[in-house]
């Protein structure tokens, strides 16, 4: 591995890393940013380009077989955490972070190629991307087969989306979308897939309901759920029975409680 030390702050790669506060730009650019030593580990195994390493020396030692097990010859600039914290402006408390190229969408056929079971997660309007990392998690978990990025959700390339998915992004297939109404249709159309709106009102208690062999579940908003253009085309509605005042769930909470029940309790 070529390792430098950051004292030019014009190098290319390290523009990315320098725009933490601004996550949209390096998934704008076609970048992901991956951080903290499991994280990176996990993207180190993936099959995406990576870029650069960006780490104090310790870690950077701490996964020099990693890195030189890559196929690509990767920069990594280190530095230690009081000159990092000075060049990214922010706290840095993970102490190493890898730039990759996030990779094209696959097509739709091509994730459900397989045999049924088959779950797939669809995010209506969620910008959090904390709460899309934590989905993507449970979903790689759970035996999901894919997500589904509507088209007013964050992604699940943005960084806080790929820190709090633990590396559940590099195993899971994601998809964005430019309607996910639209692809709704097409899933129960061409596919054969049911659609489930998770509604913290829904008719069927979760307990209750039998999965099919083949779903779509659908999480909403943190704030204002499922947009009524996704409602119309959601044909089961379930929900999970809270108490003690509590009316709803952490969006990720509650798709983690939802993922647990496709898995374990699908029509026989």
């Not at 730009?25 to 499991?38: D, K, T």
């Not at 989905?135 to 709090?164: D, F, H, K, Q, Y």
């Not at 005042?245 to 898995?263: C, P, Q």
Request: charged content about 20%; aromatic content about 6%; glycine content about 8%.
């Amino acid at each position: 591995m070529q390792i430098e030390a950051v004292e030019d702050l014009s190098a290319p790669d390290l523009a990315p890393f320098l725009t933490l506060r601004q996550a949209q730009i390096p998934f704008q650019q076609g970048y992901f940013v991956a951080e903290g030593r499991l994280v990176v580990e996990r993207a180190l195994q993936a099959p995406y380009k990576l870029r650069s390493i960006l780490a104090t020396p310790k870690r950077a030692e701490e996964l020099r077989a990693q890195i030189e097990a890559r196929p690509e010859i990767l920069r990594v600039y280190v530095a230690p955490r009081e000159r990092l914290e000075e060049v990214l402006g922010v706290n840095y408390h993970h102490g190493i972070m890898a730039l990759g190229e996030i990779p094209k969408d696959p097509p739709l056929a091509e994730v459900l190629a397989g045999p049924a079971p088959q779950t797939l997660v669809a995010l209506d309007g969620l910008t959090q991307a904390e709460n899309v990392g934590v989905i993507v998690r449970s979903a790689a978990a759970l035996g999901a087969t894919g997500v589904l990025a509507g088209e007013t959700s964050s992604s699940p390339w943005l960084r806080r989306a790929v820190r709090n998915s633990m590396g559940g992004v590099f195993v899971l297939p994601s998809i964005h979308l430019k309607s996910l109404a639209a692809e709704l249709r097409r899933l129960k159309a061409e596919f054969g897939l049911r659609i489930i709106a998770a509604d913290p009102v829904g008719a069927v208690p979760l307990e209750e309901y039998r999965f099919p062999p083949k779903c779509c579940l659908v999480m909403g908003s943190e704030f204002d759920g499922i947009s009524a253009a996704v409602r119309a085309e959601c044909q089961d509605f379930v929900a999970i029975p809270l108490g003690r005042g509590i009316d709803s769930l952490n969006v990720g909470a509650a798709a983690t409680v939802f993922l647990h029940g496709a898995k374990h309790g699908r029509q026989g």
